[in-house]
């Protein structure tokens, strides 16, 4: 599969939290490629069960979230503009002028208004959800006729190659995450593996987690490995707490996941000569993760995430090499030695 | 005159750095003019003669737009840049640009990593920096030098039925509305002059103005809409819908008065919608063509346009067709002053 290819196609699909089915279809079209079999759990969480299960085996599950940070649809002045909240952690700094999709019956383009600078005092100030306000160009009376309070919206972005291996788009956290799991399982194809494997493709993460509870509850694994993103460092972040780009997966530990998966993990990365990175977190881990590993009687948990710059932006960052290296040890970590 | 004002919007052209504008613009216009040719700043002279010879008329639009520059390349592959003219650094943060033939953005440190305090402040533009996806200094110094334009990328889009969405619509729409008047048949002998470097204080202008050495000058523009979400009376300044808007003050100029009231008059007499700005606010290329050599009888027709200087500036085109309008019989009158 080329794998830039599929980046792109991923992150250029539009759903946000609560907001997921076209996406999920999207996505589940594609998985059937890999996986003959499949549940839908709940609203739109898709599971899809890999090669031929043994009951003497383990189940493994790989978990990435579908949805993305967005906004909705609150509001329609009497004058046209669209008043919206945020559906995930939103940066509201960089609102102003934006360009964003409304998706109602048909999509609507949009640019969200920015206060020109005679009327701010200086400029230093920050809109306020209350204030934040969508320009479609269009009336009230216009805009009624295609979309509804409770649309989503998304930004209005293309994902784009930067030079070498980067790529930059809206949504890559988590559909890089989805990508290497689709790699993983292209390279496992014909393998014999150590488990019997679901991937569980989750809506409402950055909600916090709510696809993931009732998809651990519903899969009920013995393992369970979120894929999903953490930050690169860029200037501005703290090089202590981030990963870097293009160094590999960024190996999970922390007090609440597996500290045995986690030693699995970095001995299938040794011993295959995949470069990784480790990611030390002292609590909860704001991923899937947090609700598999208290899911019924516990579930052996980590986390496995991919480097990205400008979280929850329009101009995400990631290095396809790193997506690469996640899918590697995630199949060598499946696979019969 | 959408098509034309989407080739020209579409073109980069940061102060300085026009001439990809301005040779665009030859192509259209050099089979009409009498005669044109470029001066030692870059701005384009081109004559062309009507059916009568009266007062020297110069009709005026900007080629630049604003950008950035980069300034230094930094350890880590990412570029420090300069804002070439006024952008407000919100809509800079969390944008997709060009460098040259480059993609990048403009990122920005997660909003999880945000103290409560800078999630509220709006970025200092020091602080913002352009990632190319080089993995360090001598990466980028392959694709990147030192004094290199970089530029907004942006769709030019249709909001709506009657609205346009692009970047550098500040001053593209004056240079789309002289490119069509050139195409006409002219009352009188006229200089249209497409001006550099207005963005860094009417630099182009000023030495044009010399050289022409008009009687009488009409400035071509956008000028900042403000009738948004929130805004209400005087604050408004202008409003899209409402026509051509002719001031009598902003920053840089006291207008003319006989030609102010000339505006209204004909907007009247040809049911053309005209208004006038509530705000003393802005300034154009008037600043320096009304106080050239002896004095320059000078009056500016502008598009109004919300979110001027960002990469999503919007207009009505039905204010573009009054503006051009309007200046048209402006032309055929102003000469017999």
């Known amino acids: 599969m080329d794998i830039k290819e599929t980046v792109i196609r991923l992150s250029e699909l539009k759903g946000t939290s609560g907001n997921e089915l076209s996406a999920a279809q999207e996505i589940h079209g594609i998985f059937s490629k890999y996986c003959d079999r499949y549940e839908i759990i709940g609203t739109d969480n898709y599971v899809e069960y890999f090669g031929e299960h043994d009951e003497n085996k383990k189940l493994l599950v790989l978990d990435a979230h579908i949805d993305e940070v967005g906004m909705i649809v609150t509001y329609i002045t009497d004058e046209g503009f669209v008043k919206v909240s945020n559906l995930g952690g939103i940066d509201r700094r960089l609102l102003p002028a934006q360009p964003v999709i409304i998706h109602g019956k048909k999509d609507i383009k949009g640019v969200i208004c920015s206060v020109p600078p005679h009327l701010t005092s200086g400029g230093t100030e920050v809109l306020a959800w209350d204030d934040v306000s969508i320009d479609t160009g269009m009336t009230k009376d216009e805009l009624e006729k295609y979309i509804s309070l409770g649309d989503s919206v998304t930004y209005d972005v293309k994902c784009r190659e930067l030079i070498g291996n980067r790529l930059t788009g809206a949504s890559l956290d988590d559909r890089c995450g989805i990508a290497s799991i689709l790699l993983a399982l292209d390279k496992l194809k014909g393998k014999k593996l150590k488990y019997n494997v679901a991937v569980v493709l989750a809506t409402q993460e950055e909600l916090g987690e709510r696809g993931a509870k009732i998809c651990a509850y519903a899969v009920n694994p013995d393992i369970a490995i979120a894929v999903d993103v953490s930050f690169a460092h860029a200037i501005g972040e703290d090089e202590r707490k981030c990963g870097k780009l293009g160094k590999g997966a960024m190996i999970g530990i922390s007090p609440s996941l597996s500290r045995e998966i986690s030693e699995n993990l970095k001995y299938t990365a040794e011993k295959n000569n995949i470069p990784y990175q480790i990611e030390v977190m002292e609590g909860l881990t704001s991923t899937n993760a947090d609700r598999y590993s208290v899911s019924r009687n516990g579930v052996k948990t980590c986390t496995v995430s991919i480097p990205l710059r400008n979280m929850h932006t329009p101009v995400e960052v990631i290095d396809l090499k790193d997506i690469e290296l996640t899918a590697e040890l995630l199949a060598d970590f499946i696979k019969e030695d | ?337």
């Open chain 2, 1 to 337: 005159m959408k098509e034309l004002l989407r080739e020209l919007c579409l073109i980069n052209g940061v102060s300085g750095d026009e001439k990809a504008v301005r040779e665009v613009i030859i192509n259209k216009i050099k089979d009409v003019c009498n005669d044109y040719r470029i001066d030692n700043l870059g701005n384009l002279i081109c004559f062309i003669k009507g059916r009568k010879s009266g007062k020297k008329l110069m009709i005026c639009a900007h080629m630049d737009e604003v950008g950035f520059i980069v300034k230094y390349i930094n350890g880590d592959g990412t570029l420090s840049f300069g804002a070439v003219g006024g952008i407000d650094p919100s809509v800079v943060i969390g944008r997709q640009v060009k460098v040259g033939k480059i993609n990048g953005i403009i990122g920005s440190t997660a909003v999880h990593n945000l103290s409560k305090e800078q999630r509220e402040k709006a970025p200092s533009m020091d602080s913002l920096y352009i990632d190319i996806g080089a993995e360090n200094k001598a990466d980028a110094e392959k694709y990147v030098k030192l004094g290199d334009c970089a530029y907004f990328e942006s769709e030019f889009a249709e909001l709506g039925e009657r609205r346009i969405k692009s970047k550098a619509i500040d001053d593209r729409a004056g240079c789309a509305m002289m490119i069509k008047l050139m195409h006409e048949e002219l009352e009188y002998d006229t200089y249209f002059v497409f001006n550099v470097q207005e963005e860094i204080g009417l630099r182009g202008s000023t030495v044009s103005a010399f050289s022409v050495n008009p009687d009488f000058a009409i400035v071509l523009e956008s000028t900042t809409a403000s009738d948004i979400d929130g805004v209400s009376g005087a604050r408004k300044v202008c409003q899209l819908g409402k026509g051509a808007v002719v001031g009598f003050m902003d920053r840089s100029t006291v207008y003319d008065k006989g030609l102010y009231n000339l505006a209204f008059d004909i907007s009247e007499k040809n049911n053309i919608p005209c208004q006038t700005k509530t705000m003393v606010a802005g300034g154009n290329d008037s600043g320096a063509i009304h106080i050239s050599r002896g004095g320059v009888r000078t009056i500016a027709v502008s598009v109004p346009c919300r979110y001027l200087h960002s990469p999503s500036s919007v207009i009505e085109m039905n204010d573009l067709e009054s503006c051009y309008k309007l200046v048209k019989l402006m032309a055929e009158r102003i000469p017999e002053l």
